[in-house]
């Protein structure tokens, strides 16, 4: 009769070590997959903002200035495609006085709810102006832009249609890009708004229709945003860069009969997203970013909470200010 043995103390102890190690390769390949899979789902997410949204808001910005009375961008032309002025940004203007001073907006609106200096152009450092950020350094940058409309049935960014009545009316549309909260978040938002300009002198609006709101989300979960505007020096032949402040001074203000500042040929935006996920410690997570001109860095709020970020920046050729170059 043939003798059964069982297994020996340390037989058990090493099939029991082999046990635990296949076990923790096996969790350990499962955790990495899923940081994995968070990681790339966060970046995914990352590029689509930065695909689509910011696409979005380019194709619009391109708009600006289109078939406006000069094909010059300033802070006093008419229906300038980048709007800097209003009524507002003048004082004391007798009826004598608007009939020949200008703004970008025209003078016959004057109810300061939809052309308050808060809903023009705007950028970090100018009087009465805080954008909605979550850096320590600055303040996001507002930029508005106006175009008229010239074709039925296209939309504004908010998604109202264009009718064709509305063009034969020479309708203007204005859109408003600008951070607000999102629940708990920030997300760059458009606001759109309209009016109109080929009416008798009577029936002129003094508002700017449905203006002045929370707009529609174009990208959420946006920390920053940033605008620089490209201006070409009227006496010489010299481009360059500057903030919104650096261009228009501490506030939007206008004096009587001033002269034009540079024109303004491009834009260009930068964007700081965040992914939708957290990210799991044990990976660096940057807290400091340049956008732009600006070196920043994650306030409090921010940083406690471990998300993969992403700086997108356009420039944008605002082509429709392009004209009379042979006379600058």
């Known amino acids: 009769m043939s003798k059964q043995l069982g297994m020996t103390l340390i037989e058990l102890m090493v099939a029991l070590a082999l046990g635990l190690i296949i076990t923790a390769a096996g969790v350990q390949l499962f955790v990495s997959g899923t940081i994995n899979y968070s990681l790339q789902k966060t970046l995914g997410e990352l590029q689509d903002n930065g695909n689509f949204g910011l696409n ?14 000069l094909a010059v961008i300033n802070d006093r032309n008419l ?20 009939a020949v001073q200008t703004a970008n907006l025209p003078l016959h609106l004057t109810n300061a709810d939809t052309t308050k200096i808060s809903l023009l152009t705007q950028g970090y450092g100018q009087t ?12 996001s940058d507002q930029l508005v832009i106006q175009y008229k409309a010239i074709i039925a049935g296209a939309m504004d960014c908010e998604g ?3 009718t064709q ?28 708004g309209r009016y109109k300009t080929l009416l008798a002198t009577s029936d002129l609006p003094t508002t700017i229709s449905n203006y002045g709101g929370n707009g529609e989300i174009i990208i959420r979960r ?17 481009f360059k860069y500057m903030s919104i ?11 009587k ?21 957290t990210i799991p410690g044990g990976q660096d997570v940057p807290e400091t970013f340049q956008i732009l001109d600006q070196s920043v860095s994650l306030n409090n709020a921010a940083k406690s909470k471990r998300y993969i970020r992403e700086v997108v920046t356009q420039t944008i050729a605002l082509r429709n200010g392009y004209g009379l170059m042979e006379s600058l």
């Open 128 to 139: 009465n102006w805080a954008g909605q950020t979550n850096i320590n350094e600055y303040k």
């Open 165 to 192: 009545a509305e063009i034969d009316q020479g309708t203007f549309i204005v859109q408003r890009y600008f951070l607000r909260k999102d629940g708990n978040e920030l997300a760059l938002a458009c606001d759109a």
């Open 160 to 162: 109202n249609s264009i």
């Open 79 to 98: 229906y300038s495609g980048i709007v800097l002025t209003s009524l507002e940004s003048y004082s004391g203007l007798t009826a004598d006085d608007k």
């Open 222 to 238: 946006v920390d920053h945003f940033h605008v620089l505007l490209g201006v070409k020096d009227n006496s010489k032949d010299e």
């Open 257 to 277: 009969d001033g002269t034009p500042r540079n024109r303004i040929m491009s834009v260009q935006l930068g964007i700081l997203m965040r992914g939708v996920e």
């Open 245 to 255: 402040k650096d261009y228009m001074g501490n506030n939007n203000s206008l004096i």
């Open 56 to 69: 979005y808001i380019t194709k619009d910005i391109r708009l600006a200035n289109l078939d406006a009375n």
